[in-house]
Nanobody, 116 residues
């Protein structure tokens, strides 16, 4: 069973940085894409950033220029460096992995709260 475990969330002030980590139970090369999603209270879950095994990335417009997604293949991890955090970045952040056969896996989520 595939497991994705997030860590690194917390409470920070506006303008601060955080790095989220997602540890996978198997090689991230087994996934067609991996990414980070977030869900704020009362809102739908939305894609934040995704990355392919080849390193192609895609970002939500709201985080372009502030967030960076990258992988540590040896450690089987997907990381999200979040800079210049804003109150609207407050949400539960979920790690996501989609396999080549379209199976999708989610982590349990980690809370990020940005106070103004």
């Amino acid at each position: 069973q595939v497991q994705l475990v997030e860590s690194g969330g917390g409470l920070v002030q506006v303008g601060a940085s955080l790095r989220l980590s997602c540890a996978a139970s198997e090689s991230i090369h087994n996934f067609a894409t991996m990414g980070w999603y977030r869900q704020a209270p009362g809102k739908q879950r939305e894609s934040v950033a995704t990355i392919t095994p080849g390193g192609a990335t895609d970002y939500a417009d709201s985080v372009k220029g502030r967030f960076i997604i990258y992988t540590d293949n040896a450690e089987k991890m997907v990381l999200l460096q979040m800079n210049s955090l804003k109150p609207e970045d407050t949400a539960v952040y979920f790690c996501n992995g989609k396999k080549w056969g379209a199976s999708t896996y989610w982590g349990q989520g980690t809370q990020v709260t940005v106070s103004s």
